[in-house]
C-alpha cells in the first residue's frame, strides 16, 4: 500500500509557520496560582469522538472549575494537525485531538512540549468506518464486504485514525486494494459522486454525512478487526507545570462534559450543538454519528455501545498508543516508535477521578 511519508513534516511546518507570534498566544496571561488565567483551547466540532469540547465550551462548563474571572478562547480546528501545529508554537495551551495528531505532536520534543493528559473518548467506529460505492454488491457481513476491497480503489486521509483502521482490517483480512489513495474528506465526498473509488475509510460524522447524503454504504468498522480509536485531551508543558491549578479545574469541567454527553436525554441537544458548529451537516447525520445503532453486519458493536469515556490513562489507553505509535513508525509519521517517556501524563486525570469507575460514561445506540 502507498505510504504516507510526509504528515510529522507537515504538523512541524504549521507549527513552524504559526510561530511568529511568540511562545504564547496574543494575551495569554498563566499568572499566578488561584488567579484568573485566559486559555486557548484548539477543537474539532468535526470529529465526534472528541465532541466533550462542544459540550464543554457550549454549555461553560470550565466557569465552574476555573478561577473567577478566567477567560477561554475556543479554536476551531479543522483537522487536528493544526491543533497540534498550534500548540507547537505556543498559541494553544489544550488540544482536543485524535490519536493519531496527539502522537506525532507529543513526539516533538525539539519543536514544544505537548502531554497527553486524558482519553475523552474510545470507540470502534467512531474513526474507522468503511464505506462502499452504492453501485457494489449487497453483503452478508462485513468480513465479505472487506474480502471485495482486495484489488480496489480504497481512499482514505493517510496517517489517520481512519487510515490505521482500514490498515489493521485489510492486514487481518488479508486483503490489497488495488489503488490506495491519501484524499481529504472533501475529495472522497466528489469521488464517491463521480464513481472514482469502490471505498473509502472515514470518521464521524463525515460517515453518517456520505450515507444521508445517499452517496455512500456503511458495511464495516474497526469492530471487524477489535481495533479501537480514541479521542485525547493534550495540553502545554507550560500549563501543567505552572498552572495545576487551572489543569485540575479544566478536567473537572472535562468529566463534567462527558457525563453530560452520556445521558441519553441530551442527544438531542448534543446533535443542535454539533450542527451549530459546523457547516453542511444536518441534526440527522449529527445525530447518527453518535446514536444510531448498526447491526453487527455492517460492524455495529453488538452491545450498541457507540463511545465510551475512559477519562483515565489507562492500560488500554498505553497499549493502544504503542499500538499507534508503532503504526506511524511504519508509515514514516515518526522517526522513532517510541514516544518519551512522560508523553502520557494521567496524573491529575486520576486525581480528578478519585473513586469513580472508569470509563465514567458512555453512549449507547438508541436506533
Known amino acids: 500500500m502507498k ?36 486559555l486557548t483551547v484548539g477543537y474539532q466540532p468535526y470529529y465526534s469522538e472528541a465532541w466533550s469540547a462542544l459540550v464543554l465550551s457550549e454549555k461553560e462548563l470550565w466557569k465552574d472549575y476555573l478561577p473567577e474571572g478566567s477567560t477561554v478562547d475556543f ?47 474510545t470507540s470502534s467506529d467512531q474513526c474507522g468506518v468503511l464505506l462502499v460505492s ?33 490498515q489493521g482490517v485489510f492486514q487481518q ?5 488495488g489503488t490506495y489513495l491519501n484524499q481529504t474528506n472533501d475529495l472522497i465526498t466528489s469521488d464517491f459522486e463521480s464513481g472514482n473509488i469502490d471505498a473509502a475509510a472515514v470518521w464521524e460524522p463525515n460517515a453518517s454525512k456520505l ?42 469541567a472535562e468529566l463534567a462534559a462527558e457525563q453530560y454527553l452520556a445521558d ?24 447518527d454519528a453518535l446514536y444510531k445503532k448498526w447491526p453487527a453486519t455492517v460492524g455495529g458493536d453488538p452491545a450498541g455501545v457507540k463511545l465510551s469515556f ?5 492500560a488500554e489507553t498505553e497499549a493502544l498508543v504503542d499500538s499507534a505509535s508503532q503504526f506511524l513508525f511504519e508509515v514514516k509519521s515518526l522517526s522513532s516508535p517510541d514516544l518519551p517517556p512522560d508523553a502520557l501524563d494521567g496524573t491529575i486525570a486520576k486525581k480528578v477521578l478519585g473513586t469513580q469507575p472508569s470509563p465514567v460514561g458512555e453512549i449507547t445506540a438508541t436506533g
Open 3 to 38: 505510504k504516507l511519508a510526509s504528515f510529522a513534516a507537515l504538523l512541524v511546518l504549521a507549527a513552524l509557520a504559526a510561530a511568529g507570534c511568540g511562545a504564547s498566544a496574543e494575551g495569554d496571561d498563566l499568572a499566578e496560582t488561584g488567579k484568573p488565567v485566559h
Open 75 to 121: 479554536q476551531v480546528g479543522l483537522q487536528g494537525s493544526i491543533i497540534v501545529g498550534q500548540m507547537l508554537a505556543g498559541k494553544e495551551q489544550i488540544g482536543y485531538l485524535g490519536d493519531m495528531p496527539a502522537i506525532v505532536g507529543a513526539s516533538q520534543r525539539d519543536v514544544g512540549d505537548i502531554r497527553i493528559v486524558a482519553n475523552v473518548g
Open 134 to 166: 452504492n453501485d457494489a454488491p449487497e453483503f452478508k457481513s462485513s468480513e465479505e464486504a472487506v474480502q471485495w476491497l482486495d484489488g480496489k480503489t480504497v481512499a482514505t486521509p493517510q496517517g489517520s485514525c481512519a487510515d490505521r483502521v482500514a
Open 173 to 177: 483480512a488479508g486483503v490489497e486494494p
Open 211 to 252: 450515507i444521508e447524503d445517499g452517496l455512500a454504504r456503511r458495511v464495516a468498522s474497526g469492530e471487524v478487526a477489535g481495533l479501537t480509536t480514541s479521542a485525547f485531551l493534550a495540553m502545554s508543558k507550560d500549563l501543567l507545570d505552572e498552572r495545576p491549578d487551572v489543569v485540575e479545574g479544566w478536567l473537572k
Open 264 to 287: 441519553p436525554a441530551n442527544a438531542d441537544e448534543i446533535a443542535q450543538i454539533a450542527v451549530s458548529r459546523t457547516e453542511g451537516f444536518t441534526e440527522q447525520s449529527m445525530h
Open 310 to 314: 475512559p477519562f483515565l490513562i489507562d
